[in-house]
Each structure stands twice: as structure tokens, then as C-alpha cells.
């Protein structure tokens, strides 16, 4: 079957995106890879033949916007269920001719975005830089869109499918305190940065003194020809081709990626 949502493969952990072919076990609710079709479904690994999942699973990126495509997919099941049930045997015609709900469609948006923007990061992975996408945090069910490995330090990415231009609104002067504010076209977005904020301090937490910056993506908002780019609170806000500019300029550094890579890894599993 083409399977609905992201996962991995029963016997060889191979990452298996939406929509690949693969057999599903019901017993098990598992699937298996079609590479692996052969092994009967209850036939177990050989050790001295292939490595542990744990050990392949570290060893894969992850697959960007899949849980964002998940909850989508998830939502868009349920809303259709919902028109069948209250228009019977017109039911097929009412989800045919039916708009999807927009807090449904944002986060088919969301994981377009997520996917776009992992596309590019998985383009600049190499000895010197590593890419995990959408990483669960331990004890939430919050994930990290994307991370990367820089010999220079971590950098934890949320990526947004955002209209508009992001721009940063200053408050206050001598007498009021300074706030800062960020806004994408008319719309407040600052708790955007605190939420980026959490994430940068989960990962401080397991890297201990290694560097840690934290980055606001938009894919398609409306920047200018001309400069856009700036920070609010320690976080970088800015757009991809620029994002992938300031990571390639991060090569030269004390860090050892691969070692910090399968560290970061072990400890954020795949959401």
C-alpha cells in the first residue's frame, strides 16, 4: 500500500516518507520496507548481519514536515468522516464539493513549508554540516522543525509558511522599558520567538556550553530586495536562501559534528 503517514521501516529502520509503497502488518500495525518484503513479518534480525534500529534510526536525517503531514492528514480524515456521517448517501458528493476547514489546510501548509525548507538543509549537509528534521523533545509532545550541526554550534530552526513582510517593531524609550516585537504584515508573532526561545533552551540543556542560536524561517514571506534580515532576543529572523548562507559560513570551528550529530540524535527522536 502507499502509506499515509511517515515511519520507518520494521526490520532495517529505513525512513519511509508518505506515500511510498511498503506492506503494512496489521497485527503489529508496523510496515515493512519493500526491500525487506522477503522476511517473513515475526523473522527476526540477525545482530552480526545488520546493526541495531536505535543505530540506523541515528543514522537517518529524519523526515521534515512529517508530523506537521500527519496531523494534517489526520484532520483532513476526520472532517471527511464528519460530512459522510451528516450527509449519508450524498456524502462522497459533500466532501467533493467542500472546502477544507482552515485550521485543517494550515497545517498542510505548515508541513509544505517544513519540507521546502528540509530540501534545502539536506542540500548543504556535509562532513562539516549535519541536519536532523522534526526532532520530538523529550517529555512533550513540541518537536524541533529542523536542526543543524555546524562546526561552530547548533542552530534550532522553526520553520513558517507565513504572508506578509516580518519586520521588528521597538516599544518604549527612556522612560518605558524597551519591548520588542515581531510582526509578519499586521500580524503579532513574538510568541514565535519565545517558542524558539524554549526549544534553544531544551537544547542548551544537552549540549551543555556549546553554542546554541535559534532561527525563525519564512518560507514565503514578502522580504525586500534589499537587507530583511535581522534578530529579536537572540534569534535570527530571515528567509531560506539566507539561512543557508549563514550556516555554509559556519565550517571552520572546535566542534566535532558527526559526535555531536549522533548525541543530538539519541536524545530527540524522530516526532
Known amino acids: 500500500m502507499n502509506i499515509r503517514y511517515a515511519g520507518a521501516c520494521r526490520l532495517c529502520g529505513a525512513s519511509l516518507p508518505v506515500g511510498t509503497k511498503a506492506i503494512y502488518e496489521s497485527e503489529t500495525k508496523t510496515i515493512r520496507c ?9 523473522e527476526a534480525i540477525d545482530p552480526d548481519l545488520e546493526p541495531p534500529r536505535d543505530a540506523l534510526l541515528s543514522t537517518e536525517p529524519g523526515v521534515a514536515g512529517a508530523s506537521a503531514r500527519r496531523e494534517y492528514e489526520r484532520r483532513k480524515a476526520k472532517d471527511e468522516e464528519k460530512l459522510r456521517e451528516n450527509w449519508g448517501r450524498f ?3 459533500a466532501v467533493a464539493l467542500s472546502d477544507e476547514r482552515p485550521h485543517t489546510k494550515s497545517w498542510d501548509r505548515g508541513a509544505i513549508g517544513e519540507e521546502r525548507l528540509g530540501d534545502r538543509l539536506n542540500a548543504l549537509a556535509a562532513d562539516g554540516l549535519a541536519v536532523l528534521h522534526d526532532r520530538r523533545i523529550p517529555g512533550s509532545k513540541a518537536n ?10 547548533i542552530w534550532v530552526i522553526d520553520a513558517k509558511r507565513y504572508k506578509g513582510r516580518p519586520e521588528l517593531k521597538i516599544e518604549g524609550a527612556i522612560l518605558r522599558p524597551r519591548v520588542e516585537k515581531l510582526l509578519v504584515g499586521r500580524r503579532d508573532c513574538t510568541k514565535l520567538v519565545k517558542g524558539v526561545l524554549k526549544q534553544v533552551d531544551v537544547m542548551r540543556d544537552l549540549v551543555g556550553d556549546v553554542p546554541v542560536t535559534g532561527a525563525l524561517c519564512f518560507i514565503e514571506a514578502n522580504w525586500p530586495l534589499i537587507g530583511g534580515a535581522f534578530s529579536t532576543q537572540g534569534v535570527h529572523v530571515l528567509w531560506p536562501k539566507r539561512l543557508a548562507k549563514v550556516l555554509t559560513e559556519q565550517t571552520v570551528g572546535d566542534i566535532d559534528v558527526a559526535r555531536m550529530r549522533e548525541s543530538i540524535a539519541s536524545r530527540f527522536k524522530p516526532a
Open 144 to 153: 524541533i522543525d529542523h536542526i543543524a550541526i555546524t562546526p561552530r554550534g
Open 91 to 93: 456524502g462522497g458528493l
Open 34 to 42: 519493500l526491500d525487506c518484503a522477503t522476511k517473513a513479518p515475526g
